[in-house]
């Protein structure tokens, strides 16, 4: 059978996307990555460049897996974090980056938001530990930090965070030792320590010996979840009363992905 291809008469009348509320449209960029945001909405109409300048719309900054694209190049990802940050005019509460991140632009973060309330910093070489705690001195309201595949932080960083972040409650790191280190349990009594009012524990890569987890147990008596599930080198076999401690004193505890568990033993 033969179709017929006559075309419709009709014209479809798409909405207009300039005739929405503000607070409509407002809520709809604000779905659009920090990048996006600053480079290509933000130059559409008038109407979009000034609700782009609102400081309510740079609250949260949110700059990841940007790497794919060759013109996402380091320096320019930096100049537009460094943008979005000014448009903040101070109300930055919520960051997360991945890559670019260095030394300057934490300082520029720690001067331009003390209101910060949450970090993520990812997968980024540059930063050094001096940078690191310098910035850290200045975020006092911080409350969750995600420092996951980043440089290794010395003990004195985890310190400088625990002491100068008093309403810190989540902390991720990624601790990156060589094995069998003489200082693996460090990084741990610092968190111990400095970080009473902890909530939430994720530690991730190699995981300091049984003394620094009994440190952070009595260190972090607030702690309601404990996520080890991505450490190495690490096993409760020996240590099956440090394993009933976690299970008795942590609502959620997450134990390593390939720990030996007592509570198998019958299987």
Same mark, same amino acid.
């Given at each position: 059978?033969?179709?017929?291809?006559?075309?419709?008469?009709?014209?479809?009348?798409?909405?207009?996307?300039?005739?929405?509320?503000? /607070?409509?449209?407002? %809520? !709809?960029?604000?779905?659009?990555?920090? +990048? @996006?945001?600053?480079? $290509?909405? &933000?130059?559409?109409?008038?109407?979009?460049?000034?609700?782009?300048?609102?400081?309510?719309?740079?609250?949260?900054?949110?700059?990841?897996?940007?790497?794919?694209?060759?013109?996402?190049?380091?320096?320019?990802?930096?100049?537009?974090?460094?943008?979005?940050?000014?448009?903040?005019?101070?109300?930055?509460?919520?960051?997360?980056?991945?890559?670019?991140?260095?030394?300057?632009?934490?300082?520029?973060?720690?001067?331009?938001?003390?209101?910060?309330?949450?970090?993520?910093?990812?997968?980024?070489?540059?930063?050094?530990?001096?940078?690191?705690?310098?910035?850290?001195?200045?975020?006092?309201?911080?409350?969750?930090? /995600?420092?996951?595949? %980043? !440089?290794?932080?010395?003990?004195?960083? +985890? @310190?400088?965070?625990? $002491?100068? &972040?008093?309403?810190?409650?989540?902390?991720?790191?990624?601790?990156?030792?060589?094995?069998?280190?003489?200082?693996?349990?460090?990084?741990?009594?610092?968190?111990?320590?400095?970080?009473?009012?902890?909530?939430?524990?994720?530690?991730?890569?190699?995981?300091?010996?049984?003394?620094?987890?009994?440190?952070?147990?009595?260190?972090?008596?607030?702690?309601?979840?404990?996520?080890?599930?991505?450490?190495?080198?690490?096993?409760?076999?020996?240590?099956?009363?440090?394993?009933?401690?976690?299970?008795?004193?942590?609502?959620?505890?997450?134990?390593?992905?390939?720990?030996?568990?007592?509570?198998?033993?019958?299987?």
């Amino acid at each position: 059978m033969a179709y017929s291809s006559i075309p419709s008469t009709e014209t479809i009348v798409g909405p207009n996307w300039l005739e929405l509320p503000r /607070d409509v449209t407002a %809520n !709809i960029l604000q779905r659009l990555g920090t +990048f @996006e945001l600053l480079t $290509r909405a &933000c130059q559409v109409c008038p109407l979009w460049w000034n609700i782009c300048k609102d400081p309510h719309m740079w609250r949260t900054i949110k700059m990841t897996m940007l790497f794919s694209s060759r013109y996402h190049r380091k320096n320019q990802l930096v100049k537009v974090c460094r943008k979005a940050i000014e448009r903040s005019c101070g109300q930055l509460e919520d960051i997360d980056i991945e890559r670019f991140a260095t030394d300057d632009l934490l300082a520029y973060i720690a001067d331009s938001a003390l209101h910060l309330r949450h970090m993520r910093i990812a997968m980024t070489w540059a930063l050094s530990n001096k940078g690191f705690i310098e910035s850290f001195e200045k975020l006092p309201y911080l409350e969750s930090l /995600d420092i996951s595949f %980043n !440089i290794r932080l010395s003990k004195k960083s +985890f @310190e400088v965070v625990g $002491r100068c &972040c008093p309403l810190l409650k989540t902390l991720k790191c990624s601790m990156t030792k060589t094995i069998l280190s003489d200082v693996d349990y460090d990084d741990s009594f610092a968190i111990a320590k400095t970080m009473p009012g902890l909530r939430h524990l994720k530690i991730s890569g190699q995981m300091p010996i049984s003394e620094g987890l009994s440190a952070i147990l009595d260190g972090c008596p607030l702690l309601e979840s404990l996520d080890l599930k991505d450490c190495y080198y690490f096993r409760f076999e020996y240590t099956e009363n440090l394993e009933k401690m976690c299970r008795e004193k942590i609502k959620d505890f997450q134990p390593p992905e390939n720990c030996y568990s007592s509570d198998h033993d019958s299987d």
